[in-house]
Every structure is written in C-alpha cells, then in structure tokens.
C-alpha cells in the first residue's frame, strides 16, 4: 500500500486510559472532546492549523483554568483526529489508502486551509488522493472501502466516492491492474506464485506475475465494498460499456459471499462462516438489490444461481414481483436445468404438497411463452415428422423430457391432487415429446402412489398420453401393467397391431416393387435362355410319358394273366377303375418330374398326359 510522509518531530503523543497526553514539557490548557475519548492538547497549535478549533477556543467558557471544547461529529472519530492533532505538532505520520479519506474529511470540516500558509492539511491529502491513491486499483479500493456512513456525507460532498468509482470502472475496463493495481484480495483468481520461482521474505515470489483470468480479476475484490457502494460502481461500469456477462459474473460472486445458501461455496480458497450474519431484513434487501443488478439477457446468469436465489425469495417471502422476475428469468432458459433442480419444496403451510407444482407451471408457462415469441414451430403448421429434428425445436423438446422427468419425482407425493398432475403434463405441447415413454413413466408412478383414483379418473389421466407414440419396450409394460384401465390397455394392442401391419404390408410393397425393378432390366438374351429351358423341359417330360405307357402296358399284361380273364367289360371288373388309378399315379411320378424342371413362363398353364387327367403346378413353382 503507497504512503506519504509527513512531519519530521518524533511522536509526543501518550495514551492513558481514554485519554491522550502530549509530553512538551508544557502543561496542556486545552481539552478536546471527541466521543469518549478526551486529548489534553494546547491551544497555540491547534489555533495555527483550524479556523474551526481557532474558533472554539475563543467561544469556549472562561470560568475554569483548562479550555475545554467537543467535536461530536468529527469525519472518523477519535482515530482520525489523533492523526490531526498530530499533523498539528508537526509529528512523524503517514497518509495511506485506509485513512485518506477520514483525513481529507476532517481537513475539510476543521478547515485547515490555506490561510496558515503552505502545507496544510488539505492540500496534502488531496495532492496524495489524487495523484497516488486514485492511480492504484488497490489502493482507490481501500480508499472506498473507508467511505462508510459515518463520513459518507463529507465523502460525497468533496466527490470521494465518486472520484473513487470512476477510477475503479476505469480501470476495470483496462485489460488488467497495472503494478500498483494488484488486487486487495491476494488469492482466489490471483496466484502470487509461479512454477519454479523462489518465495521471498515479504511474500512475493521472485519473478512472479499476477496470473489474470480474463476480465474476471476483479470480482473477488468488489465484494468487499458494501451493498450500495457496489451498486453504484456497477451502475457506472455498465454506463462505460462493460459487457453484461461480466456484470453478470460480478453479481453472482457478490451475493454467494453474502446470501444464506450460497455463501458455503468457497472463497479465496477459504470459508465464508468469518462473515457477519445478515438479518433477515438485510437479507431481503440484498436479495432485491441482486434481482434488480442481473442483467435481463438469457444464458447470462447461471440457471441453477437463479433457482438458489427463487428458493431463497420464497423463503423469505419476498415480494410478488421480485418472485416473478425470477421465474422469468429461469423459465428463458428452462432447458438448462435438471428434475432434481425444479424439487423446490412448499416453505407456507397453505400448500399440502410437499413440492411446488404451481411455481414449475409457471415458469413453464413463461418458457413457451418465450419459445413462441422466438418463432417456435407449431403442430397446426407443421407435421409433427418434420418437428423432431429441427434444431430450434431442441430446447423444447429437452423441456418436454425434463416436466416427464419432474413428474415422475413428485407422482410419490399422495397429496399431489390429480388436477395439478394433469395440467402440468398437458402443458407440454403434442409435437414437443418424440415418444410419450416418459410421460406414461410418470402416469404409472402417480397411478401406482394413488392407489384409490376411481376407473374414470385413470381414463381421465391417460388421456393425456398417445398411445400411439409408445415405443415397443413401453407397449410391452403396458399390456402387462394392471394399474392402467382397461380401455387403454386395449387401445395400446390395437395401435400396435395396426402397426404390425402396416409394417407387414410395407415389407411385401417394397418386395414387389424390388421385382418389377429386376424384370424390368431384363435384356432379350435372359428371355431367349429362359425359353430354351422351358423346351428342354417340355422334350424330357414327353419322354417321360412314353416311359409310363410302356409301363403301363406291361402291368395290363401281368394283371390278365393272373386273373384269367381276357378283354372283360363287366362292371365289377378291377378294370373299370383302373385306368383312373393309373392316371393319378402317372400324375404322381409325372410331378417329381415337373419339379426338377424350370418352366419359366409356363405359371397357371394346365399340364394334360394321354389319359387326359390334368394337375396345376404348385403355388412354390408359381413362385418361382
């Protein structure tokens, strides 16, 4: 931290109890009063540096031996006037970033002006704020820092905290803290060590350099200025034309130091439980204060920051708007979340649930609402086909999944009424969920934990469910599911019949038109082949009848001679049904003779021997 010296007298000054002395040898005749703590002083130096002090003296009552005179609203206290009543001695002190400010306040209201010639008190402090303080990161930090309420009004009056913020917004836009802006905060996002340098006594590595994580250097110190310092640094910044992310980045870090809930998070490298407890009024106050910084633009602000800070807000019951600002907030960019983060329990004795549904609907409500304001694809103007892929429908779809999700974690809860359930799965548009295995996941969970749901409750809650967009693992389940009515377990087999067939009939389409594409490119020279075998096989079943005739023939013959009779006609005769017998068995042997043979273009042709019976061929020859 820079310095300016100043006096050159060794110190004269003692402390006693709650008072101080000034050993000169001379007895003091002046007293001065600042709250409880009292300084034996004399009056020539006092006179010779104030008007103010000048001028008490001279009011201040004749009738006992010391002059005593008070100072009850001196900028800084007793603290700050030892280092007055010190520069009035021309005493040994020095000017630093942690009491400029105080000093410069209390020159101002003592008015230690130039009347007393050069060197006074506040030509001093001025020239060392401005031209030493003002220029250093940490140091115009520090100086802030000091600006509290009990010199607040001075600090404003004479721009401190003005002058202050702007030189901090200017320097934060600069790519990094020049060699007296190193940061307050020495860990964190600054590392004062370098891989292989040695560390030397007063802590600084040699050869090391800050190591800078891009634009957020600075976070970690602005949390040490209090809430509205903060905010109006923060107005300035985004005034000079700092990007909103890095606004955004700074807000997150400020409020998980301060906030219940967040501030279990590390930083520096250290816990936060050193930092004093904010009651509940300073929370709530802190809490708004942040909902009104964070930048309004999506995917600024972490999803899962923004829900810690809704949780909080119910918690603390803050206001509708502030509640609803958040729910925005989260609902722009609801596809970032998980179910587990949407579990925000009931924290008001009014709901019996154990989650709050009505706050997810809400913020789902407000993530279609956004989804149609960026020109979100409709199922009435387009096939829900063409939806699925379509990038923008992504987001949409990734929600769809997450409320299925979410609604299978609270189906457990036996107070969630069915109306609440049902609106918030038919919230989900039709062409958002590719496939309802998710939803029907959660509708069989809330009908399992509900045991008592009347037969047309069921059907009610199934209705929100299109059974023809169940996979086959889910329609499996469902045949077999004894919760579901059973209206819609029939309707599940029906839908996946029609499928089967129209599968089915989808398979011999494309076989057919696969051979008509192959006749199609057949050449003449594949014709002629084809008719070439076909005369093969007409020549060698004809030979094949003449080998049956002679058979024939010899049987006619073996069978008159074992019977005895010649050319008989009687009716009782073996002979009037033989040829018949004959015929058939001629079609028997001629059908293994048929089969062996490829009669391309001969399909539904009857095929005649000399006895006239007649046979078709076979449905697998047609086929073939």
Not at 56 to 65: F, G, N, T, V, Y
Not at 161 to 175: N, P
Not at 177 to 187: D, K, M
Request: hydrophobic share 40%; proline share 4%.
């Amino acid at each position: 931290m820079a310095c300016m010296k100043l006096g050159s007298r060794a110190d004269l000054f003692q402390r006693q109890g709650q008072a101080w002395f000034c050993k000169t040898g001379l007895a003091s005749d002046v007293v001065v009063e600042v709250g409880d703590i009292s300084f034996h002083l004399h009056k020539f130096p006092l006179l010779s540096r104030s008007v103010v002090l000048a001028r008490l003296i001279a009011e201040a009552p004749r009738e006992r031996e010391d002059c005593v005179i008070e100072l009850p609203d001196i900028p800084g206290g007793s603290k700050t006037f030892e280092l007055v009543a010190k520069f009035c001695y021309n005493v040994k002190l020095e000017l630093t970033a942690s009491n400029i400010a105080c000093l410069r306040c209390a020159a101002e209201h003592l008015q230690m002006t130039e009347e007393y010639g050069d060197g006074y008190l506040i030509s001093q402090t001025e020239t060392f704020l401005n031209q030493v303080v003002l220029r250093s990161w940490k140091d115009t930090l520090k100086a802030l820092q000091t600006c509290g309420d009990d010199i607040l009004p001075y600090a404003e009056e004479l721009h401190i905290v003005k002058r202050c913020i702007e030189s901090l917004s200017g320097q934060a836009l600069s790519s990094g803290p020049n060699l007296f802006g190193w940061p307050i905060v020495e860990q964190g996002f600054w590392s004062m060590q370098s891989p292989g340098s040695s560390v030397l006594w007063n802590g600084i590595s040699a050869g090391a350099k800050p190591n800078i994580s891009s634009s957020e250097w600075w976070y970690e110190d602005l949390t040490t200025l209090s809430l509205p310092l903060y905010k109006r640094l923060i107005a300035v910044m985004e005034s000079r034309g700092i990007s909103h992310k890095i606004i955004a980045g700074s807000v997150v870090v400020y409020a998980e130091k301060f906030l219940p809930g967040f501030n279990r998070h590390k930083v520096s490298g250290e816990s936060c439980n050193h930092l004093t407890p904010l009651s509940e009024e300073e929370q709530k106050i802190m809490l708004e204060d942040i909902v009104k910084l964070l930048p309004l633009q999506k995917g600024l602000v972490p999803t899962k920051f923004l829900l810690g800070l809704l949780r909080l807000a119910m918690i603390l019951q803050l206001s509708p708007s502030c509640i609803s600002s958040l729910e925005k907030r989260i609902g722009m960019q609801l596809d970032e979340v998980t179910a587990e983060d949407l579990l925000m329990p009931t924290f008001t004795c009014s709901d019996e649930t154990l989650y709050n549904v009505d706050c997810v609907q809400r913020v789902l409500e407000h993530f279609l609402s956004m989804d149609q304001v960026a020109g979100g694809a409709s199922p009435c103007s387009t096939n829900s086909s063409h939806l699925i892929g379509s990038p923008s429908l992504t987001p949409i779809t990734m929600v769809a999944k997450l409320i299925d999700g979410y609604l299978t974690e609270i189906s457990a809860d036996v107070n969630l009424k069915l109306p609440k359930f049902e609106a918030l799965a038919a919230a989900i548009p039709e062409f958002a969920r590719p496939l309802d295995d998710g939803l029907y996941r959660a509708i069989d969970m809330y009908l399992k934990n509900h045991p008592w749901l009347a037969e047309s409750e069921r059907e009610q809650l199934c209705r929100v469910m299109d059974c023809q967009k169940l996979s086959l693992e889910a329609c499996t389940h469902v045949a077999q599911n004894e919760r579901l009515p059973l209206r819609v377990i029939v309707q599940v087999l029906f839908f996946e019949q029609l499928q089967l067939r129209t599968s089915i009939a989808g398979c011999f389409m494309a076989s057919d038109n696969l051979e008509g594409s192959r006749y199609l490119l057949r050449s003449g020279a594949t014709a002629a082949r084809e008719n070439q075998i076909l005369k093969v096989g007409m020549d060698s079943m004809r030979t094949r009848v003449c080998e049956l005739e002679k058979e024939f023939s010899n049987m006619k013959k073996e069978i008159d001679k074992l019977s005895g009779v010649k050319n008989s006609t009687s009716s009782t005769s073996p002979w009037g049904t033989m040829p018949m017998l004959l015929g058939f068995k001629m079609c028997s042997a001629n059908e293994g003779s048929v089969r062996e043979q490829k009669v391309g273009g001969s399909k539904g042709k009857t095929l005649k021997n000399r006895y006239g019976f007649s046979r078709y061929p076979s449905a697998r020859h047609a086929n073939d």
